[in-house]
């Protein structure tokens, strides 16, 4: 790795103080050095756009536009990000290769990528992952994803969105259904309409617990204080679809929830069926590696997945986590070791941290 991409690195680690007041002072000479994304309004701007400014604690940093939608932003309308110059060669050289893969209707290897830019695979791998925080095969497979998922939406037709989205046959494309579109590509085209969701729900050590999926998995698993607000919350994540309650089809899984919140239960290997971002599965994934008993800062999993910048990013992901307790964001803290957010309650999440460490304890 460069000097420059080592200083480079350097900053993104240490000097956020000095960017957010780069983008106090609206400064139109950070342009092009990187982007700012606001937390509760999705969208990522420039130092020097015009907009108001966000509080500090809603605010990512990202190198490059690209890495700021891989985290779920959207770039901003009035300072336009993606037309900034940029200033580090080696960010330019990774968004040229974003920008050569999003063209590319099939999927172009390493080495070809490579001869295009005039450097070795290894050193283009890692540049780009260290940029991107994914590597270049997962950032096509993730822009391939996205082109269908706007074609269908563009003309209703999902066989046409296939091959156009660079997919040699369905099967491709189902095969990757699952961990990244959520349900089957039909059902995405139409908007989740018709799609038959059956759930149920039980009582809990934390109140009340809805598990809810389709024929692939779960694709919910919430927690609340009572049966008809989690019934309510189901119907309003899932408006289009076909919820039907079903007991016996869950009873596995709500046995397996049950053990694990009486700490009988370590570890939960629950089919899933749910949709994300090339960028929230990585997090995901980092979280299912915390082992039972431990816990994670922020910025601890923003650098374990080699994107030390992305902070409230990887909070944002655990904020939109779909199946709690599957997914363990509950292990995910402060840098101050305080608890931070948790969808389903801060109450609950000291409670399962405190069983966790009672249980692992007992183990030891």
Known sequence: MSAVMKEQLSMWKDDQEELWQAVMAKDARRDGDFVFAVESTGIYCRPSCPSRRPRRDRVSFFRLPEAAEQAGFRACLRCHPKRARLIDPQVELVQRMCRYIEAQEE??????????????????????????????????????????KSRVRETGSVAGAIYDAGFGSSSRLYERAPSELGMTPATYGRGGRGAVISYTTASCPLGFLLVAGTEKGLCAVKLADSEAKLEVDLSREFPEAKLRRNDIAFDQPVRDLLEYLKGKQPSLDLPLDIQATAFQW???????????????????????????????????????????????????????????????????????????????????
Not at 111 to 126: D, Y
Not at 134 to 144: E, G, H, K, N
Not at 324 to 338: G, M, Y
Request: glycine share 8%.
């Open 107 to 148: 999927t172009t290897t390493l080495a070809n990528l490579s001869e295009i830019v005039g450097v070795s695979t290894f050193h283009l791998q890692r540049v780009f992952k260290s940029v991107m925080g994914i590597t270049p095969r997962q950032y096509a497979d993730a822009c391939r994803i996205g082109r269908f």
């Open 282 to 364: 990585q997090v995901w994934e980092h979280l299912r590696r915390i082992p039972y008993g431990e816990t994670r800062s922020y910025g601890q999993v923003a650098k374990a997945m080699g994107q030390p910048k992305a902070v409230r990013a990887v909070a944002r992901a655990c904020a939109t986590n779909p199946v709690a307790l599957v997914i363990p964001c509950h292990r995910v803290i402060r840098e101050d070791q305080s608890l931070g957010g948790y969808r389903w309650g801060l109450q609950r999440k000291e409670k399962l941290l405190k069983r966790e460490r009672e249980t692992s304890g007992d183990r030891s």
